[in-house]
């Protein structure tokens, strides 16, 4: 990837950073253990990101 990267480029790789974080404990303990993993969990190496 450049290392200069635009703005709005920067912006999407953000979003998709934060969307592939683990689940509070917080929110696990809230729900009783329901909600354990997060669907969108995303490894930054193994997967692509589609960002145009």
Not at 13 to 38: D, E, G, H, M
């Amino acid at each position: 990837m450049a290392a200069r990267k635009s703005s709005p480029r920067k912006i999407r790789l953000l979003k998709k950073t934060k969307q592939a974080s683990p689940v509070p404990a917080w929110i696990i303990l809230k729900t009783k253990r329901s909600v354990r993993t997060n669907p969108k969990r995303r490894a930054w190496r193994s997967t692509d990101v589609e960002v145009g």
